[in-house]
């Protein structure tokens, strides 16, 4: 058994909080409805009832395989502005010389596209008329794909608007509690480095490094004995609880470990919270590990300033709105068909 790396003396540690904080959340998350629906995701009953719940959709990645002024002006059409380039033109090893552009879109563009629709339950796969190899080629142009919106963690602008949104429907704005899921790779140290560079900096001993966890030995310690981390559903979900004053919420990142054959020092890991609330409770955040969407539940001002901010696509939902993925019976398809 390959044993894990150990954890720098120096990494930086997080203060944990104790799980008790969060144990109104866990007992509302396992009075629940079945796994996949809203109100196991997001606690929305007693003791902290909430007038209503928004769902906003992650965004969409997008590139086009063969960038040219005339795609150019069919997607500006569509309403997609290439975020950046990648030019293969002048790569001689390059099979395909061209120009690709990326970007990210809306749900709503996409089911535009596909002539589905955009509802509380829409599933990307059933919306996006994903084909048996995962892809989402547009009906519109030939050379647009729309790649399948990030799981679990609310990428940026996006989480930067909502963070505003929330922060200013709190009375306790600096005073929150976000909660991690323990089980990404960068905090224990699960990634490792490969290729020339690696060589370079070994002296040819080595071609992969394994990456040390990315906290010191309190935190790793904690991480990998699972104690001290919230418990819901009797191990189906653990949290590890850490105070903000709404900086990381705003903006979460966190420490990435850097191998120390490497003078660069330590990165940033970008991980938008599984779990967020102020200490006074006027609202709960869950991206669920599994989901491409974030639920915040709140009140109804709460709600409407998320669905209607122009740089969030969100919807209404209800706590019993079916999340699994083969729940979309509006956009549904006949796997027959």
Do not use: K
Not at 176 to 200: C, H, K, Q, S, Y
Not at 202 to 210: A, F, I, K, P, V
């Amino acid at each position: 058994m390959q044993r894990r790396p150990r954890p720098r003396p120096e990494a930086p540690e997080l203060r944990l909080l104790d799980p008790a904080e969060g144990a109104w959340v866990a007992g509302m998350l396992e009075a629940g409805a079945r796994i996949g629906h809203v109100a196991s995701t997001v606690p929305v009953g007693e003791p902290a009832p909430y007038e209503a719940i928004a769902r906003i959709l992650h965004p969409v990645p997008w590139h086009h395989r063969d960038w040219t002024d005339a795609a150019a002006g069919r997607l500006r059409g569509l309403g997609l502005v290439p975020e950046d380039y990648a030019d293969f033109r002048d790569e001689p090893s390059s099979e395909v010389r061209t120009l690709n552009a990326y970007g990210t879109t809306t749900w709503r563009q996409v089911a535009a596209d596909h002539g589905t629709e955009v509802h509380a339950g829409a599933q990307w796969a059933d919306l996006a008329r994903v084909d048996g190899d995962g892809s989402s080629f547009s009906r519109l142009d030939p050379g647009l794909e729309y790649d399948a919106p990030s799981v679990g963690t609310l990428g940026q602008p996006a989480m930067g608007f909502l963070a505003e949104v929330l922060l200013r429907h709190t009375g306790t704005p600096r005073d929150l509690v976000l909660g991690l899921w323990p089980g990404f790779g960068w905090m224990d140290g699960g990634g490792a480095l490969f290729g020339p560079a690696v060589e370079e900096a070994t002296g040819g001993r080595h071609s992969s490094l394994s990456l040390p966890p990315a906290f010191g030995p309190r935190t790793t310690r904690a991480l990998r004995r699972g104690t001290g981390l919230l418990d819901v559903g009797g191990g189906y979900r653990e949290y590890l609880l850490v105070p903000d004053d709404g900086t990381r919420l705003r903006r979460p990142e966190w420490t990435r470990a850097v191998h120390p054959a490497f003078p660069a020092g330590d990165g940033a890991e970008y991980q938008s919270p599984q779990l967020a609330w102020p200490r006074d409770r006027a609202w709960a955040l869950a991206s669920e590990i599994d989901l491409d969407s974030t639920l915040v539940a709140g009140s109804a001002a709460l709600v409407r300033a998320i669905c209607t901010h122009p740089g969030l696509e969100a919807v209404v939902v209800r706590p019993d709105t079916d999340l699994t993925a083969f729940a979309d019976t509006v956009n549904h398809r006949d796997p027959a068909g």
